[in-house]
């Protein structure tokens, strides 16, 4: 049951994990860019705060936040329907891997948005004039954004978990339930084994008497 239970989890974690790589993608496809200044050092001067600066960090979280929902459904659906068939308790393993999973995974969004725009930002820089006003690459300002993802899957996920509870379907509780009709259904018939022997019994006391 153990080791059951760590492949499970271990396949969620890796799935999980993995879809950071389109999903980053996916920001940087989506994500506006802000202006900033070139300076005379070949540094970056910002442009004071404006809706696109944060507009990168909201398309991001929104991303996130989207695959979070998604994430919680799906893995809890299918710990579901492997626990009916194998009749094992997988929500714990699966709970745990998808929350590591979808926390390495943002990791890896973040990184692969930024590491896209790098090199092209970097030559943008090193082609422009100072005072030159040119687009940033993609950084994520807001890190807590990074958390998005696996807040809103174990969120998801425990909702569905406190839904099953309240309508008494886990599979758990349906295995219990099923041995204990099981149970029941064979004690009728050693309840009518043991009324027919007490009159055998009693038919054999009148004879010898």
Known sequence: ????????????????????????????????????????????????????????????ALIMMGAGLVCGYAVYILQYRLAVRDATDLRLACLLGMAAGSLLGSLAAWQTGTLIDAAEFQRAVESASPGAVIRSGLRLDALSALMAWPFVAVLQYALFDAVSLW????????????????????DPPAAVHSRHAAPEGGDQARGSG
């Open 167 to 186: 309508r008494g379907d886990l599979p758990a509780q349906r295995h219990l339930a099923e041995d204990g009709a099981d149970a029941s259904a064979a």
């Open 1 to 60: 049951m153990t080791r059951r239970r760590l492949t499970v989890g271990g396949t969620v974690l890796g799935c999980t994990a993995v879809l950071g790589l389109p999903l980053g993608l996916l920001w940087w496809l989506l994500a506006p860019r802000p202006r900033v200044t070139v300076g005379r050092d070949g540094g970056i001067l910002p442009f004071p705060l404006s809706e696109t600066a944060f507009a990168v960090d909201g398309y991001f």
